[in-house]
């Protein structure tokens, strides 16, 4: 990890985590037969999506902060590694059918619908990093006001065409970009595309967000 001091970027994230954390309690108050999220369930553990580079710097933080070393890293980084390949094949697929000009609706709607295992999820179904995890997997159950249209959990019980209140999903991500952005000033980093990167879970564990990542200095040779 850089050696920047990046503790009040990551106090303003924890802040937001606590912010999306009250949404959702919110919402499963007001629409408690619909939202049903329990302990027993890793749906949303197997959705494929992305996150930002603050979210990403702050999971591999604690990632390499508890786990060390020792056989329960290993199998971390073993599933890491199979959920990356997954990601890449996953989009790359994505990637040929948009070329192929299939409307980006369905590419997305089909994106949906792919299962790749979590990282972070233990064999008893159970998230290692639980309190750490990203702002989608704390949101997945509730509703999700994306690109206009409302997006919600199959598991869940609300009704299409239902109007229940929703989270804007743009302004959420518009607040973890601006996080990013500060942190990629922080550390004065050489790249200007970082600070909009998104990449997935498996990634973020995987990577060593070091001097080089940032271009601040060049990869040493073997």
Known sequence: MIQAD???I???YEA????????FDKIKAACPQEVRCELSCADCCHAPFDITLVEAMY??????ERFPKGDARFDMIDAANRSDREHYRLKHRAWKAHKAGVPDEKIIEDFARERIRCAMLAK???CLLYDCRPLTCRLYGAPLNIGGAMRVCGKSGFAPGGKYPAVN???LQDRLFALSAKLAERVEAKHDYLKDMLVPVSMAMLTSYDDVFFGLAEAKED
Do not use: G, R, S, Y
Request: charged residues 35%; aromatic residues 8%.
């Open 169 to 171: 999903i743009a302004k």
């Open 124 to 126: 008893d179904d159970k």
């Open 16 to 23: 937001l985590m606590a912010e999306v954390d009250a949404v």
């Open 59 to 64: 999971i591999n933080k604690a990632f390499n």
């Open 10 to 12: 990551f106090a303003e």
């Open 6 to 8: 990046l503790t009040d």
